[in-house]
């Protein structure tokens, strides 16, 4: 076993887009387990881009990174060494855990993942958080209705591909926006989203009135500014908006100004509801359950887009701003033995 | 009976506030009715600020006025002959109908006033549109809380006077916001909110912060704009934010812009939803009969500022956007026989 442990830590809140500033690979020795800590050696590691909110010194739903301390974020690892009663040696489990090779993590902060069901990466995406997200907010928030139509931004990420799907299978016309031709083409072809706009080539309002006839009833939003515009502009009446991420708005170094909504949710009687996925606790062994039978039965599809090296997390992490991946964006860290 | 008709005409849509040159008085003879159709007699006539949306060319929950015809609002009048079997003459009854003395209206589409309930002018408020907008509003979108923080704006007005004395009665803490010394004295004394916050002459960030101290778990908005910013930095973890109207915004020339509200949303898991009363429908009977409860039993007191003369009714609806009513706008046209 390493005796010391690489982490990156958390140097500067950063104004606008994050630079290599912002973090600083160090090496620490690992600390003694205290009793009910478990040692856990870093696997997969998840970049998200709620994230970036944790870097501003700002009240949310999560507290701020602290400076000079490790980043930290959704980990699938194997346990190494544990003073907890549930695991032992070789385990794999998922939690939040330090930007590192190695966090002492207290056990009753870990899940275990279940191996048998997929790939243990999925336990970061399509069966972890985002999946989650994309069938709580979705379901529970969007309610939609067969022969519906649900436009989804950052369509091709980790959760609005999984949302697209679902939808889908609730028997609705899906309308995506993704920022590349060959976003487009994956979603299209490979999820069957039954139209897809290319923000950065396409006149967004223009295409979006050609893709939704029939206007919007769902909108699940993962970007915020002119393209949620765009799409408010044509929701329906009782339409559902979805507000899962504003990633188009996170780097902002102003207050984000825009065309005020309250007019056009009133005149179509039309909600407009944020959460996190943490709001649904109490049901993630439901959605689990859900998507890893979705996913097992084909109908679900996903992709992970994986970089090696625990050095390169700040690069994945900035690329999710730059729309580089395709489904979920991982760091690998090291091999399960 | 009259042989001639005063109505008062929609001349041309304002751009902005709208000024006289948008209302023509004009005379013309009542014709005969036709199988199913009654001749009212307009007792009192409703004004009410949804109606400045109306005179928009725009697609609206409701179609826009159009141009040398009638404006028509909410009317308590008498029945003065009919050609339908439900209705016989002095028979007192409620309907959308024209700025008239005299309207000639679908039998189907009036409803009989219980006069047994209240003054009849109450069915043009508290157990008319806007008590059922209150109701329906706070409690099936906002669904207050015992203990929670309510705020509303357009406090005074025949709305959000019933929505603050109905958060009361749920055992919630009440903030109203509204325009004047006046007001805030009825507010406060009478009806028992409490706080108020005069947004001529308050701070009114500051005003809500001190008056919020536990932050605002329902905001029901009549007004939008600057003063909804305000109470929207000081919403809590899933508080709802009830659209019922936006008055500050509807003579606007250029489009409403400011903060988006979705990056606010989102870090609170809040919902924001628009209605109008007619969403509700289904409910109408269940809504007047609890609210003709509470206004028999004193829990619910209201005001009602009533001009006299058809020929008054424009500078009535103007006043509606200055500021000028406490409680419930109604222009009075003839008497009850």
Redesign the interface.
């Known amino acids: 076993m390493a005796q010391t442990n690489r982490q990156i830590l958390f140097m500067q809140r950063p104004k606008g887009m994050p630079n290599d500033a912002v973090f600083q690979m160090t090496e620490t020795a690992i600390p003694e387990l205290q009793e009910g800590e478990v040692l856990v050696r870093t696997v997969y590691l998840s970049v998200d881009p709620y994230m970036r909110?944790r870097m501003n010194d700002r009240?949310?739903?999560i507290p701020p990174f602290e400076l000079n301390q490790p980043l930290t974020g959704g980990v699938v690892g194997q346990v190494e060494k544990s003073r907890h009663p549930e695991f032992v040696e070789g385990d794999i489990v998922a939690g939040m855990m330090d930007w590192a090779d190695y966090s002492v993590v207290k056990g009753d902060k870990l899940n275990k993942v279940n191996t048998g069901l997929a790939p243990i990466s999925t336990a970061l995406g399509v069966l972890g958080m985002p999946g989650l997200t994309a069938y709580f907010g979705l379901l529970d928030i969007g309610q939609p209705k067969e022969g519906e139509t649900v436009v989804v931004s950052g369509a091709a990420g980790a959760v609005g591909s999984i949302v697209g799907q679902i939808a889908k299978l609730k028997g609705c016309r899906v309308v995506g926006i993704a920022g590349s031709q060959e976003k487009v083409n994956y979603l299209i072809d490979e999820l069957g989203f039954d139209g897809v706009i290319n923000y950065k080539t396409d006149d967004v309002k223009q295409a979006l009135k050609e893709a939704c006839s029939d206007g919007v009833d769902v909108y699940f939003?993962n970007v915020?500014?002119d393209i949620?515009d765009a799409v408010m502009s044509l929701i329906n009446?009782?339409a559902r908006i979805v507000?899962?991420?504003?990633i188009s708005?996170y780097n902002l170094e102003k207050?984000?100004?825009?065309?005020?909504?309250?007019?056009q949710?009133?005149?179509?009687?039309?909600?407009?509801?944020?959460?996190?996925v943490r709001?649904y606790q109490d049901r993630f062994k439901e959605g689990i359950s859900q998507l890893a039978e979705w996913v097992a039965q084909g109908k679900i599809g996903y992709r992970e887009n994986i970089v090696e090296g625990l050095e390169n997390a700040p690069d994945a992490f900035l690329g999710l701003f730059k729309g580089e991946n395709i489904g979920k964006q991982l760091v690998k860290v090291s091999e399960v033995k």
Chains 1, 2 share one sequence.
């Open positions: 909110g009240k949310s739903y939003d915020g500014g949620s009446y009782q507000l899962c991420g504003q708005l207050p984000d100004v825009g065309p005020r909504m309250q007019g949710l009133l005149i179509n009687s039309a909600l407009m509801k944020g959460f996190i709001d």
